[in-house]
């Protein structure tokens, strides 16, 4: 059984930086993509960034590269999200999401994600 659970958000200032994590269980393989995504109110879900199955190939959003990184931990099987330079716009809840079955042009479709944790609050003032 697969579980996903975020931890690491909270309110800081713009400039800041935070660092998001998910820890994974039952992941049993390392044909899962593990991905971070995020939902502002009002909003549709937006990615923001993943790590590719097997190779661990990092992929991200376009409002945050240079600013984002994605990692895991493998012995500890904890996704991290780092985050710097946060602007108020970041502001969202961000979510873990994980799938074993994904094909390369579906990475950024939250829908194809079969896995996902309960989310994580972040909020940046300006």
């Known amino acids: 059984q697969v579980q996903l659970v975020e931890s690491g958000g909270g309110l800081v200032q713009a400039g800041d930086s935070l660092r998001l994590s998910c820890a994974t269980s039952g992941l049993t393989s390392t044909s899962y993509t593990t991905a971070w995504f995020r939902q502002a109110p009002g909003k549709e879900r937006e990615f923001v960034a993943a790590?590719?199955?097997?190779?661990?190939?990092?992929y991200y959003g376009d409002s945050v590269k240079g600013r984002f990184t994605i990692s895991k931990d493998k012995p500890k099987n904890i996704v991290y999200l780092q985050m710097n330079s946060l602007k108020p716009e970041d502001t969202a809840v961000y979510y873990c999401?994980?799938?074993?079955?994904?094909?390369?042009?579906?990475?950024?479709?939250?829908?194809?994600?079969?896995?996902w944790g309960q989310g994580t609050q972040v909020t940046v003032s300006s």
């Open positions: 999401a994980a799938d074993q079955g994904l094909i390369l042009s579906s990475l950024t479709t939250s829908r194809q994600y079969d896995h």
């Open positions: 790590l590719w199955r097997n190779t661990g190939r990092t």
